[in-house]
């Protein structure tokens, strides 16, 4: 198996250079202090080579370690990659890879076996994916403090509504992946216009509308997100038609922004924002409630209503809003 010919190892070697570094100067320190005329100066220069010395010793195991435990990756990827699974990685940190090839080694060759290999293999590639979009998420809520861990909540609470209504649990984790990224569209808009106290102007208005269609542009080019992308674009639309980008109606809304519209709206009225303050939970759904039908779509109200009288929702205690509050409050924006 000729896999010093992999150019990603000879790419690995690249990192010898570092103790061969530190060896070169050291010698180089030592030779110095061998020609100089001062004591105390070639006892300091002596000192310097002794510790680049032991860095370039240090290095070097570091290095070898590395490069041993890359190399063994790489001849068992490549092996599991022709079909020959009985490679056993003995270097600590690589059960996984010795677990995988044993377990496919057993299987026969077959749709059914090539699927199985396509779970295993990317199993980690998932997980991976999804710590990716937890990511984008959390930066998305550092554009201002009122929006701070809005996106996380907005993908718990669809995932509460989901697990009611009772959808599959692939379903449910792209609905949940969607919420997460629903507001990506506010990535680089002013940020006047997000944490302006009190109403907003038509002008301003209009261009927070634009986030939808802003998120779907930065996420489009990610294939991987193509599922992900109604619940970034719709999650704004209303089922009588008023809602943005689109003004779709009813049915052309589908479930996966009807979900998240939902838990967005329910946070943005739960959570002190620039221009109201929170309000406490009982009355939030009431309000949501009230708007079923027109805005919101009856059956994620009625199941978030399910999942919020079964206590799995803790708000932080507050006063009870009152109606007069509301009706000074501006338009949900999310």
Not at 283 to 301: C, H, P, S, W
Request: charged share 25%.
């Amino acid at each position: 198996m000729q896999i010093k010919r992999n150019p990603k190892l000879r790419v690995l070697y690249l990192t010898m250079l570092l103790p061969i570094t530190g060896g070169v100067v050291a010698l180089a320190l030592a030779r110095h202090a061998l020609y100089e005329p001062h004591l105390s100066d070639k006892i300091s220069e002596l000192l310097l080579s002794i510790v680049a010395a032991g860095l370039a010793v240090k290095c070097w195991g570091v290095t070898l370690e590395f490069a041993r435990d890359m190399r063994q990756f790489l001849e068992t990827t490549q092996a599991i990659k022709r079909g020959e699974l009985v490679l056993h990685s003995a270097r600590a940190g690589l059960p996984e890879i010795e677990d995988l090839a044993r377990e496919l080694s057993g299987m026969d060759e077959s749709p059914d076996t090539s699927l199985a290999k396509w779970i295993l293999l990317s199993r980690d590639h998932h997980a991976i994916f999804v710590r990716l979009v937890e990511a984008m998420s959390a930066s998305i809520d550092t554009k201002s403090f009122y929006a701070r861990g809005h996106s996380g909540r907005v993908a718990e609470y669809s995932t509460l509504i989901c697990c009611e209504l009772g959808l599959s649990p692939r379903e449910t984790g792209r609905i949940r992946l969607s919420a997460l990224l629903h507001d990506i569209g506010k990535i680089g808009m002013d940020q006047k216009i997000l944490t302006k106290p009190g109403i907003l102007t038509a002008e301003e208005f209009a261009i927070l509308k634009t986030h939808p269609a802003r998120g779907v542009e930065m996420l489009r080019p990610v294939l991987e997100l193509a599922d992900l992308l109604p619940g970034v674009e719709m999650h704004h639309e209303s089922l009588d038609g008023t809602g943005y980008p689109h003004g779709l109606k009813g049915d052309e809304i589908p479930t996966m922004a009807r979900v998240i519209a939902v838990a967005d709206t329910f946070d943005a009225m739960t959570h002190n924002r620039t221009y109201q303050d929170a309000m406490d939970g009982a009355y939030a759904l009431r309000i949501i409630r009230n708007m079923m039908g027109t805005k919101f779509d009856e059956q994620a109200v009625e199941a978030f209503c399910r999942a919020y009288a079964a206590g799995l929702i803790i708000l932080p205690k507050r006063e009870a809003s009152t109606d007069e509050e509301w009706k000074q409050s501006p338009a949900l924006i999310g």
